[in-house]
């Protein structure tokens, strides 16, 4: 069982389920690059890493000074989802530890600044959407996005969770702001992203392997 302090934990999906990251970082410094402003993949996932379609668009079009040509994110998703259904895999070690929350009966849930289609994709390839029971929330059903809070305040009110007893397990400054923001608390995965980040943004811990987790969270 989960230690007494908490009753719920709430997921972000890419970097902490499932490992997309490098993933669309790749495709996203191809793209722009087609578009004359070549980047390295390190400095797309700074400046992308975290955030919602929507607010990456934003920042491409200042990146390249002009807006996006019509099509363009259409054949951004086209292409993210081909390359995701071919290469995704689930972050080691979290389907154990999925399975053993599940056996123990403490409710989780997703909350993602992705939407729910790509979700949809990614943890059904990985086989991960068996543990949640639908509970996959994502930016396509909030009005504002991470670091905005509430993606995080609508899985946990439809998982029945208090804010104030749900960890939140995070991998990126904008996501932790979003899990304080709600009133949750943060532990942050840096497996990928530095941990200085995450505990600047609120995270009360960090862990470098997902093995790691169930000791945080008091699992028996």
């Given at each position: 069982?989960?230690?007494?302090?908490?009753?719920?934990?709430?997921?972000?999906?890419?970097?902490?389920?499932?490992?997309?990251?490098?993933?669309?970082?790749?495709?996203?410094?191809?793209?722009?690059?087609?578009?004359?402003?070549?980047?390295?993949?390190?400095?797309?996932?700074?400046?992308?890493?975290?955030?919602?379609?929507?607010d990456d668009l934003v920042e491409i079009e200042k990146l390249?000074?002009?807006?996006?040509?019509?099509?363009?994110?259409?054949?951004?998703?086209?292409?993210r989802n081909a390359a995701l259904s071919c290469e995704i895999v689930a972050v080691a070690g979290v389907d154990a530890v999925l399975a053993r929350l599940v056996h123990g009966r403490v409710p989780i849930a997703v909350a993602s600044g992705a939407e729910r289609a790509k979700m949809a994709l990614t943890l059904g390839a990985t086989r991960l959407d068996r543990h949640f029971g639908g509970r996959v929330f994502g930016a396509d059903q909030v009005d504002h996005p991470k670091p905005a809070p509430d993606v995080y305040l609508l899985a946990m009110r439809e998982t029945g969770l208090d804010p104030s007893r749900t960890i939140v397990v995070e991998d990126t400054p904008t996501g932790t702001r979003a899990g304080v923001a709600a009133g949750a608390t943060v532990l942050g995965f840096c497996e990928?992203?530095?941990?200085?980040?995450?505990?600047?943004?609120?995270a009360v811990a960090v862990f470098a392997r997902m093995s790691?987790?169930?000791?945080?969270?008091?699992?028996?």
């Open positions: 069982m989960l230690s007494n302090a908490y009753d719920g934990v709430v997921f972000d999906c890419d970097g902490v389920l499932v490992d997309s990251e490098p993933i669309t970082n790749r495709l996203l410094a191809a793209m722009i690059g087609e578009l004359g402003a070549p980047i390295s993949v390190e400095t797309a996932h700074r400046m992308f890493v975290g955030r919602s379609l929507a390249i000074g002009r807006p996006l040509p019509p099509g363009w994110q259409a054949e951004y998703l086209e292409r990928r992203n530095d941990p200085r980040g995450l505990l600047e943004a609120g790691e987790l169930p000791r945080l969270l008091g699992v028996h």
